[in-house]
């Protein structure tokens, strides 16, 4: 028939971090169709993203030459002419791009100094592109200011990890929900943002495990949930000291494994006794006998396991709500053998990896501080050159630089800080303010609208490269159709700019990266190129060549300096913005089914954007019979930052006096009402709590 495939090449899907390996079924180097994979996170299943949201690599709005801002046009006039976004540039050559992209940000270096200049890198790329960047920057740049979008989704879940176990990373993967009696979820929606890994817990409830949801929305998991714990948004922390409080005043943690495995207990039992279910009941909402059924289920059971969300990690007390989540395993001893574990659900396809591979301020690859002289020692021979020993900025604290004039230039890979950033009328103030600004990207992105000079890259059907996924399974994504126009794939671009800021690079394929990058990694160590592309995923850590990956660590002991976990207590904090009579509601962000992160890709796919073609808020039928609305009315949401258009959705499992408006839309961007506030120790904003209030467009 006319749309049969003439060939077909097997991959991993673009979009979140479950890690579906998918094959794309071609025809006339055009992607027709994607089929399930049996891939060890997906079984053969795909989502609706996974499934139809392939067709915006062929889009007619991709980039296919590199273009240069025109003379004298204002970066603060980028929605003069929404129509047509491209008048203010005029297309380049390769060499000319590339000469301006990184000629302007060596002029900085050399005038300003490397920490004039910052970089942002990509979850979406590769292992081996975000590897190169944070090198590029390091190196090339000479700052540790380089960042991507982990610091908006699970920083803070990383810091207390790092902090209470010694590894960021999961210490289980999703499918161990199969062997779990006990399975929590907390301040996550899998059902839209992870939907494979939900099949797996939606599953393991119908065969007979309980399974406890706590979040504040009444998300569509709760239809198969034993308990849910509809909490009232930001006292996670006072809900979850109230269970650690029971677990301890009823003597049902494990004395044993505390005593053998983990150390400030006293710290954990003194602060947690000062936080009872039944004063707690009045500040988080959920009732004592609850909040003590569900402690006695999680510690009596013989396997316990927690996977929490964003709705955990976006609040500025993010790391907090973790410590919490950390100390509920170590308690219990429910870590470490099969069906237990902590599992913070990631949400991109690489974020883990990119992570992994340094491209973070704080750390090189594999986590190891940029602060520690033996670290950097290390890294100056391996890369060859000086190295700053200074922490790099974050996300949003270059934003504020760049206000401050601290930071002049930048570059930015396939990020999207005009969209994702909070307050982004803020972040898009900066990006206009900055001398340089270099965008690399595959559609003209409203970050891209700012930029000096715009880069045309791949799309991730069009390259090779390795991604690791939630599961710490290293996977191989393969280039299945061809370039566009002149675009380019983003590994050698990097290179390419790279050599213009006066680095003598010469990878000639993408293996030769991987490989460097394994090298300065131990995490990695047994797993090499050809090992992936023959096997199609490996587990990370492995033992040998020939041996399986660790799908669950922590059996004997942490990888911490005393071989142990550590409590570390918290106490609850109110969010950072509450409401009051001029905004008496709560704004909660987030993703849809359809929809992903910024919807530069999902919204120029067919189907996807067919399903849900247009912005809407969920309000409860109580807030919107209030504001005199009914669902499908425009209306307008304001909040201390800014004000958007959009339409109604009445939600009844939405809790009176909370909304919920997804990311995705450009046109009625969220992140213009969001609180910039940042949790201390993951610098991750508070996207999950800001005041608003609505109104009848
Ligand atoms: Fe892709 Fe995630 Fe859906 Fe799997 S669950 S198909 S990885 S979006």
Not at 26 to 50: E, F, M, T, Y
Not at 104 to 125: C, H, T, V, Y
Request: net charge negative; with cysteine; glycine share 8%.
């Amino acid at each position: 028939y006319a749309n049969a495939p003439d060939r077909e090449v097997d991959s991993v899907c673009p979009y979140c971090g479950v890690g579906c390996q998918l094959t794309y079924k071609i025809r006339d180097n055009k992607i027709v169709a994607v089929d399930g994979k049996d891939g060890p996170s997906n079984q053969n299943r795909l989502c609706v993203k996974g499934r139809f949201g392939f067709d915006y690599a062929h889009h007619g709005d991709r980039l296919t030459v590199p273009l240069i801002r025109k003379e004298g046009v204002s970066k603060h006039d980028v929605d003069i002419d929404p129509m047509n976004p491209f008048t203010h540039f005029r297309e380049a050559t390769w060499d000319e791009a590339l000469a301006v992209a990184a000629g302007g940000l060596r002029k900085i270096r050399d005038e300003r100094g490397g920490n004039a200049l910052a970089g942002f890198g990509s979850a979406k790329g590769s292992n081996e592109e975000a590897y190169l960047f944070q090198k590029l920057v390091r190196t090339g740049f000479g700052t540790n200011n380089v960042d991507h979008c982990t610091r908006l989704c699970h920083a803070s879940s990383v810091a207390a990890l790092i902090e209470g176990v010694g590894s960021g990373a999961v210490s289980a993967p999703f499918m161990a929900a199969e062997d779990a009696e006990v399975i929590v979820i907390i301040g996550a929606n899998p059902t839209e943002n992870h939907p494979v890994a939900a099949t797996f817990f939606k599953n393991a409830a119908e065969r007979g495990a309980k399974l406890i949801v706590m979040d504040p929305r009444g998300l569509a998991m709760a239809r198969h949930a034993t308990h849910m714990l509809q909490f009232t948004p930001g006292r996670d922390v006072s809900m979850l000291n109230a269970i650690l409080h029971t677990i301890i005043a009823e003597g049902l943690y494990d004395r044993q494994y505390v005593q053998a495995n983990t150390e400030d207990f006293e710290a954990l039992a003194e602060t947690v006794k000062d936080y009872p279910p039944e004063e707690m009941e009045k500040v988080c909402g959920i009732p004592a006998a609850t909040l003590r059924t569900v402690a006695r289920l999680f510690a009596r059971s013989k396997a316990s396991i927690i996977f929490w969300g964003m709705g955990v990690s976006q609040h500025i007390h993010g790391t907090d709500n973790s410590r919490c989540l950390i100390a509920l395993s170590l308690v219990t001893g429910q870590i470490g053998r099969p069906g237990t574990g902590l599992h913070p659900l990631r949400g991109q396809n690489n974020v883990q990896g990119a992570s992994d591979a340094g491209l973070i301020p704080m750390f090189y690859p594999d986590y190891k501080s940029v602060e520690d002289p033996e670290v950097q020692s290390f890294y100056e021979n391996y890369w060859g050159t000086k190295l700053d020993g200074k922490r790099g900025l974050t996300v949003v604290e270059i934003m504020d630089a760049i206000h401050d004039g601290r930071i002049n230039g930048l570059y930015i890979e396939g990020e999207n800080p005009a969209m994702s950033d909070p307050d982004v009328t803020h972040a898009r103030e900066a990006l206009a303010m900055l001398d340089h600004l270099v965008v690399q990207d595959i559609f003209l992105t409203e970050t891209a609208k700012y930029a000096d000079v715009v880069l045309p890259a791949s799309a991730w059907p069009e390259k090779d490269g390795t991604v690791i996924n939630t599961n710490r399974q290293v996977q191989m994504g393969r280039a299945a159709v061809p370039l566009p126009g002149e675009a380019r794939q983003d590994l050698w671009i990097i290179q390419d700019m790279a050599r213009g800021l006066g680095l003598n690079w010469t990878y000639t394929h993408v293996s030769e990266v991987f490989t460097e990058m394994v090298g300065a990694m131990p995490s990695l160590a047994n797993i090499s190129w050809e090992r992936v592309e023959r096997e199609g995923s490996v587990t990370y850590p492995v033992d040998g060549p020939d041996q399986p990956g660790h799908d669950i660590v922590f059996g004997n002991g942490f990888p911490t300096k005393t071989g142990r976990g550590r409590f570390v207590p918290a106490r609850p904090i109110n969010p950072a913005e509450t409401p009051d009579l001029d905004y008496p509601l709560v704004l909660t962000t987030g993703r849809q089914l359809e929809h992903w992160h910024t919807g530069s890709m999902t919204r120029r796919s067919s189907v996807l954007d067919a399903v849900e073609p247009e912005a809407v808020a969920y309000v409860s039928p109580h807030d919107l019979t209030r504001a005199g609305m009914r669902t499908g009315d425009y209306m307008l949401v304001s909040s201390r930052r800014g004000t958007i258009r959009l339409k109604a959705r009445i939600d009844d499992r939405m809790p009176v006096g909370l909304v919920f408006i997804p990311f995705a839309y450009a046109e009625a961007a969220a992140n213009v009402l969001t609180n910039p506030q940042l949790d201390p120790f993951g610098k991750i904003p508070e996207f999950k709590y800001c005041a608003i209030r609505i109104e009848k467009a």
